[in-house]
């Protein structure tokens, strides 16, 4: 029972990571096309700057949860 756990904790680690790894840039992309993106000079406005970090942080989770999911289907 435990290594069945562990397979399932793995691949949920996996399906998760791989979620983030589609939708974040997808969304990044229609933030990026959106009007308050730009101000009226093309300079990016806070809407753009924090929604960006917003993505950058959940993609280092996203590969963080990969690393994970991959070193505990290894070990199991």
Do not use: C, K, N, Y
């Amino acid at each position: 029972m435990p290594e069945a756990v562990g397979t399932l904790g793995a691949i949920l680690l996996l399906v998760g990571a791989a979620f983030s790894a589609v939708v974040w840039p997808a969304f990044l992309r229609r933030v990026a096309r959106d009007e308050r993106a730009r101000d009226a000079a093309g300079r990016p406005t806070r809407f753009l700057t924090v929604h960006v970090t917003l993505v950058a942080i959940a993609i280092v989770i996203a590969i963080a949860q990969a690393v994970a999911g991959i070193w505990w289907l290894a070990v199991s």
